[in-house]
């Protein structure tokens, strides 16, 4: 087996009193990861351990190098934020932050970022201030603003919560996307249509503990875990 | 009530008399109030950011102190800037003490605090929704206490029209630092209180209308942007 993109080892993570990562050990493969899980399992807050966000109270997070670099991480949050400025610059406003990209020209940037928002399609909003754009479209930006970094590694937390219908469709197609190009995803959701689409493989989480890391089709209908298979079975209902 | 009336009369009187001498009281409080509030603006705005974003031994503490520091008292503002101004204080080579630079160096003092504060905890509420985007961009604390001063703005706005208001009313300490000298350093403020104090109550009212309506349109101002602002960029 290759490398593993990423291995987490005993990590545990507390928080006010309370244990939300109880014990993770875990390694994914590049590609694309659901993370699955009911509220409360600890999926935002693993994905925030992945990121280093979060320290952990103990534990490891060990992400593996690519062409002998750390791998480019970006996060995309459930609730969007953008600065209070065009969604142009709201995009260049990362690349002006990367490594990656933050000595090149201004018209450089601003040409990365203009192709970014027309990736996500929205070219013609470029200009307009970012927090006056609807949620959906702010969710777009916020991917564009990910994409433009050219991210190795792409994780998003409930990426299509609280969007309607369309909206959702929308931000669905550009994941899409993200990955033919390469990059790998970790995504929490509730979405389970999504993950059933989208995914290579599921890790559920049940009560801070890895109860299971399975490929999608097995998950979706063969569960190992009793956990999992209560999840399904209340998402049928 | 008569003098109420009599009062407004004159305030009417006196700002559309062209009077040089009441124009350069007028202009010398804006000039002075201006000045302190635009140094201590950047210098609280930097204060109060860094204290929102950074973590640092001791920033419980410069919490407590500067919202503490808001009402530090003019006179004892004055006092201290005074002390220090004077021939015999650390600064006294500088030759400052009655002149429209102390004024300014007394209520940049007395300023700073209250718009370190207030801009505190400005940012601090900003930070606590933005925290976790900056901090995955990669923004190291200094850019996202830069990055959160710039889009607070509007609210900062705010902030500083508070800071031009104390500047603006308050008399004890360019009183004892500008020494009310006619035609050099004295304002709006103290010409009240030495007219008020000479029994010539209309000139006293009448500066202290044409004050209050300063004040006034300042704020009208600055409520207007607030609001464009909060259309054009949410």
Redesign the interface.
Known sequence: MAEPMISLRDLVFEGRGHRAIDGVSLELAAGRTAILGANGAGKSVLLRLMHGLLAPSSGAVQWSAIEGRAPRLAMVFQKPVLLRRSALDNVIYGLKLSPAHRAESAPRLRERALAALARVGLAQLADRPGRVLSGGEQQRVALARAWALEPDVLLLDEPTASLDPAAMRAVEAIILGIAAGGTSIVMTTHHRGLARRFADSVVFLDAGQVAEHTPVDEFFTRPRSSGGHAYLEGEIA | MNWIAASLADAARLAFSLDPKLYSIIGLSLSVSLASVTLASVAGGLIGAAVAVGRFPGRQVLIVLLNAAMGLPPVVVGLVVYLMLSRAGPLGAMGLLFTPQAMVIAQFVLITPLIAALTRQVIEDAWR??E??L?????RAW?AAL?LL????FSLLTVVLAGLGRAMAEVGAVMIVGGNIDGVTRVMTTTIALETSKGDLPLAVGLGVILLLIVLLLNAAAYGIREWAAR???
């Open positions: 929704e933005y976790e985007q901090r995955s961009l990669g923004a850019q990055t710039w889009d607070t703005r054009r960029h949410g």
